[in-house]
């Protein structure tokens, strides 16, 4: 097959001559900003569907499927270079069908074609580049590919031709390398043994300290992270470490825990990929030093980042990690939340077509805001040196040294860390005034249910009571506008249109928002969604004979294959949240239709966590619960949210850390959920109750 795809390249076909560029496609009516940006291409793009895949069948054309979303920096620069080139557009359109895709709202077509692409190359990526046979089957593919040969890659034109000759002279061949291809991507999971049990508590607890010493073995022991450029934050590493470190105290695993998350996320939130000025944190580090960010912001790393943060802050007590998940919150409210509620998708990398232009600084901007004195101590504070340490001179922000000691570089005396706070806020204002980059503004349930989760999980943690509201907000968007009236979800909304069927990872992260609104409002409301969309994924999603969760719900007749993926990708593995999901409402419950799933896939995934534990690190933080049922804290107030307070803090101990906490300002009485049924305040003082199961400790007035 590899001889096969090695050849198209070397039979070279005649161009067809440009044509007058089309002066709209078959995008224009799309929602989605990435489709939209592309509605005036001269190549005639289709969306995915039933019309477009029909012609392909009639007229026997190959499909050229390209795939990207709205904040990729490369996505830009092909559709520059290629798709607005009119020769280029016009051998498209005269020998391909072209169909364009949002990754963003189709992540199932993405998965499958991505696995082609890198099953063909070795690695993946945006624009994702794949050409299809009429019947869907992948047969070459790429990623990015510059309008004529240069940087080791093929030109596109040529790519183009020659695939054509191919499809002309050697159908056969393509088709059966396609079908060769497309047996080879799909993935078999063996039936889980009706004689496997789960690990006894002791096993795991072992198992748990040989799960940090394999994740070990890839830290950067210099820079934090695993692996080296680029350096993406790798949150669900993080995540289960700080969990390792919770459960092992005292252990040598759970010193190497804690080192490798705490050291990693200071290292993180000081370089140029935490937005020093705004909040927020950057896709990935193009370094190995987390200096340089390739500056795109997705919604999805602040949901999952920002429970890290939070996470560390519980372990360490250091503010410096609760300052940063405050500030990414505030960050979300004030530039990501759109007006009904919900959360945009990201921003671009780029402004006025330059990478970054809108984040980077030289001397001579910061003297223009701040003037000298401060300016100095700006540069010194944030590492701005005249010759830069990013492009055209420019740098990125960093946390090149503490405010006293900017402070004392430069000669200012007085409140250091009131001095930044103002510089901060002076060029955080002045940076406002910067042409900004472009926003995705659709909204996508399950990056919002990340979002939910963190801002509902930050409320409780940190006492901010306008995040837990935000989320809530958002949650309400959600359900006013994303659910169907036959209880469907669905995937993404813009322009007052909801469109695409939700896939796994929609209703799992959505799921267990709804569960951790619950615990820091004890609203009932939300633990009744949270039961609802749970029994809408197991009866969509769950194969009770292996055990793992279906990404899709298997009713498009037009998607090639359904996948089960239960490892870890840029977000955790969609099969660990509903797993995660069920195993806390069966904590909460007390139901057995919780618990049964919830364990059968632990019971699956075990075997795969054995194999290759860094790849599923959202299933080793969660596996526990299946062992050992968490414990609920419920906390009932004297009335006010405030009376909350010392019970909130005190919840951030290490012995509720695996507990299911839940806080409500109020008794009541009329309440039917076994966990509230006959609990009040004790002698006018918000009082824990803590169970496991039905056994519970006496009632406790004092944290």
Known sequence: MLALFLSLLLNP?????????????????????????????????????????????????????????SACHWCHVMEHESFENPEIAAFMNAHFLCIKVDR?????????????????????????????????????????????????????????????????????EIITAADSLTEALELKFADVSESAGLLSLAALNQAEEDWVAAIRTSFDKTDGGFGGAPKFPGAEKIRFLLAAA???????????????????????ASGGMYDRLGGGFARYSVDGQ?????????????????PAYLEAWQLSGDAFFARVARQSCDYLLREMQAPGGAFFSSTDADSEGEEGKFFAWTPEELKEVLGEERANFAAALYGVTPEGNFEHGKSALRAAMSAADAATAVGIAGDANALEESVRADLYAARLLRIPPATDDKILTAWNGLAIDALALAGRILGEERYTTAAAQAADFLLANLRTEDGHWLRAWRANKAQHSGVLEDHAYLCRAFVTLFSSTGERRWLDAAEQIGTRMLADFWNEQNGIFFDTDGRDPLLLQRLQQPWDGAIPAPNAVALESLLKLHALTQKDSWLTPGQRGSKAIYPLLQRSPTGFCTSLRVYRWAVVEPAVAVVIGTGAAASLNGWRQALNAAEFFDAVPVLLPAATAESTLSIFHSRVAVDGEATLYYCVGQSCQLPRTKP
């Open 104 to 172: 963003e709202e189709r992540p199932d077509l993405d998965d499958i074609y991505m696995g082609a692409v890198q099953r063909l190359t070795g690695s993946g990526g945006w624009p994702m580049s794949v050409w299809l046979t009429p019947d869907l089957k992948p047969f070459y593919g790429g990623t990015y590919f510059p309008p004529t040969s240069r940087y080791g890659r093929p030109g596109f034109l040529e790519v183009l031709t020659n695939l054509e000759g191919a499809w002309q002279n050697r159908r056969e």
């Open 246 to 268: 919770q459960r092992h105290p005292g252990t040598e695993a759970g010193r190497h825990a804690k080192e490798m998350a705490l050291f990693t996320l200071r290292k993180m």
């Open 13 to 69: 076909a005649n161009f067809v001559p440009a044509q007058d560029p089309h002066p709209v496609n078959h995008l224009i009516h799309e929602t989605s900003p990435y489709l939209l940006q592309h509605a005036h291409n001269p190549v005639d793009w289709y969306p995915w569907g039933k019309e477009a895949l029909e012609l392909a069948q009639k007229q026997q054309r190959p499909i050229f499927l390209s795939i990207g979303y």
């Open 290 to 306: 987390w200096l340089i960010p390739h500056f795109e912001k997705m919604l999805y790393d602040q949901g999952t980042l920002i």
